[in-house]
């Protein structure tokens, strides 16, 4: 069985000014735009997302509002404080603890450094990750608590979107994550 996992960082924040607390910092005019743009490239894949996690701070939880508006209105937005500057190990252990059985596609959305290292762990590659930047990874599990023991042979990066686009995909995969015919 596959299971499609969407992790992203947050899109473009506001600096943090004078007393504002960085968890309350939320998305500029180009980070809203780019959150809109990656929902609308997600509209126009064959993906359907079943259960959205994202930290609680006003910059992701707005990412992931955004993005699902325009990608997929009836998941399940699951805000966790938990996932606020998490590390990588943190982000997996929770989208193994919140993710029901049933679940096909989740989608993250965190903060760097952490969902830049979860990316990397799962790809298997070095990658830069800007505010906006999203990557589909594939992975073939039957159940998601399969992920703690995850390895390249069953995980796969298929595509990355950034800047509202398919900025890359696997040239070999030919899967979910391609434009609707």
């Not at 998490?86 to 969902?115: F, K, Q, W, Y």
């Amino acid at each position: 069985m596959t299971k499609m996992i969407l992790l992203m960082r947050h899109a473009e924040a506001q600096n943090a000014e004078g007393i504002q607390r960085d968890f309350g910092r939320r998305l500029t005019a180009e980070g809203c735009e780019t959150a809109s743009q990656v929902g609308t490239c997600l509209n126009a894949a064959n993906i359907v997302c079943d259960r959205i996690l994202t930290s609680s701070a006003d910059r992701t939880l707005q990412t992931a509002e955004i993005v699902a508006q325009h990608f997929c209105p009836s998941a399940i937005l699951v805000p966790l404080e938990s996932l606020y500057n998490s590390s990588a190990r943190t982000l997996l252990s929770t989208m193994i603890r919140e993710c029901e059985a049933d679940d096909s596609c989740v989608m993250v959305v965190a903060h760097n450094p952490g969902i830049a290292e979860l990316m990397c762990q799962l790809a298997d590659k070095s990658l830069s990750v800007p505010p906006g930047m999203l990557a589909a990874v594939h992975a073939e599990i039957s159940d998601w608590s399969e992920l703690a023991n995850a390895d390249v042979n069953n995980v796969r990066l298929v595509a990355v979107i950034q800047d509202g686009s398919v900025a890359w995909q696997d040239p070999g995969f030919n899967g979910p994550i391609s434009p609707k015919g």
